[in-house]
Structure formats: structure tokens, C-alpha cells
């Protein structure tokens, strides 16, 4: 099959954070499974005159590769709804989206989107949920996962790097949470957009993960609001499963 994927080559559209989980792990995984994959950018805004011009770029992309499957991964609405149906009108691909963080945009986004796509995935029960009560009935359950073919044996605490290690971008708490760790005398080395350390490389991530005795990770996205009360929105993100399985090359 040819399959179209729809979302960033870097994080946030930003080349400076460094590749995006997606094109990392879902291009590679789809040719793996024998698939043609195509690719098209949907958050790097500079590639195009506005957001009209990128909606008619996939458009035109669309009628003239005609791919069998349109795999989107998206932030919100930078792909209108009314180009996906138009999609849905004009050609005969299947539309499948990847919900990243449904535990606080099910009700900003994936509730208005999940109507214009055949599949939508997300990775919240609670989202399930939800969708079951208002009669969406093309949500899946799925999660995510750590790439078999970056993984490698454990090393042994001694000859590890890292004490403690931290890969994310600073925002929210994190930066507080940090220096609380630091007052009980942990330092974390911390490696992300917007710590002194700044970005890796994507292959980077996974060393170093093993050359680190603890991994942290943090599953708070700040607060949002759920039936009317501000809570906090707590996720699961491939961090999760790379931390645990991914220990690097050998």
C-alpha cells in the first residue's frame, strides 16, 4: 500500500528541537511492514505561504499520488476539517489519526476531528470513554512502544554516565521540579529544548538512556479542565516505554 503521512519531520515544526517522534518511528515502521511511504509536512508553517496554501499543497498531493492510506498525527487544526472532507469525497484512501495526548485534547480537538477521519487511535481509556458516550464509534485503543531495533542489554550501575538523567523540553513544572532535586543534593542532567544542555540528537537519546543509573520522566501536561474542575492532566507517552526498553546499541 502507499500510505501518505501527514505530520512534523521536527518537533513543534521547529528543526532547532530536533526530529519529531513520529517521522523517527512511524515512516521507518511503515516501510518496515513493506509499505510505500510518503511523506507530507503539516507543522513546519514556513514552508508555505499560510495555512491555506499548506491545506491546498495536501490537497494537490492527494489527487496526484492517490495513496491507499492518510496517516495523520496532528496538533489541532492545521489541516482544516473541510479539507479532510474533501479528502473523504475525493479520493478513496482510508484516513487513520494518531491522538498524542488525548487525556487533555479530547475535548480541544479529537472530539471535532475523530468525525472526519475512518480511524481515529487514541491512548486514554478515559477518551474511549468519552467517545463511546457521545456515539463516536471509530475510536481504537492502542499505546505507544520502544523500538526493538534500538535496543541493547543494560549496563551495569558503575559504568554508567549519568547518575540521573532527564530527555525532554523544559516547560510547566519541570523546571521547578529540577531544582527541588537539586536542594535534596540529585543533580539531574537534563537534555531538551530549553535546558543548558539544549536538544540531542534523536539517535542520541537512546545512550543516553543506558549510560544512566535513573531515568526520570514526567507525565504531568499542566492543568486542564474535566466536567467544569481544573485538574491535572496525567499522560502516557513513548518516553515511557523507551525509558523502561530502550537501553541503547550495543
Request: glycine letters at 8%.
Amino acid at each position: 500500500m502507499t500510505v501518505l503521512c501527514v505530520f512534523g519531520q521536527h518537533n513543534y515544526g521547529d528543526p532547532e528541537r530536533g526530529l519529531g517522534y513520529e517521522y523517527l518511528n512511524f515512516i521507518p515502521a511503515l516501510k518496515n511492514l513493506g509499505h510505500e511511504v510518503l511523506f507530507f509536512e503539516s507543522l513546519d508553517k514556513l514552508k508555505y505561504a499560510d495555512y491555506a496554501d499548506m491545506n491546498r499543497q495536501l490537497l494537490q498531493m492527494v489527487e496526484t499520488e492517490k495513496p491507499d492510506v492518510i496517516f495523520c498525527v496532528l496538533m489541532t487544526y492545521e489541516i482544516w476539517l473541510e479539507t479532510l472532507q474533501l479528502i473523504r469525497e475525493g479520493s478513496n484512501a482510508a484516513l487513520i489519526h494518531w491522538a498524542t495526548d488525548d487525556s487533555w485534547k479530547y475535548e480541544q480537538a479529537s472530539c471535532f476531528l475523530a468525525p472526519m477521519f475512518d480511524l481515529h487511535v487514541t491512548t486514554y481509556p478515559s477518551a474511549m470513554e468519552k467517545a463511546e458516550k457521545e456515539g463516536l464509534d471509530n475510536f481504537v485503543l492502542s499505546q505507544w512502544a520502544a523500538d526493538t531495533s534500538r535496543m541493547a542489554p543494560p549496563i551495569p550501575a558503575e559504568q554508567c554516565r549519568y547518575p540521573v538523567s532527564f530527555v525532554g523540553s523544559t516547560y510547566g513544572n519541570r523546571q521547578q521540579w529540577m531544582d527541588d532535586l537539586k536542594q535534596r543534593g540529585i543533580e539531574v542532567e537534563t537534555f531538551g529544548y530549553g535546558w543548558p544542555n539544549g536538544p540531542v540528537a534523536a539517535k542520541d537519546i537512546a545512550g543516553i538512556l543506558r549510560e544512566s543509573r535513573i531515568r526520570l520522566n514526567f507525565v504531568d501536561s499542566g492543568m486542564v479542565i474535566v466536567y467544569g474542575k481544573p485538574v491535572r492532566s496525567r499522560q502516557i507517552k513513548a518516553r515511557v516505554f523507551e525509558a523502561r526498553g530502550e537501553c541503547g546499541r550495543a
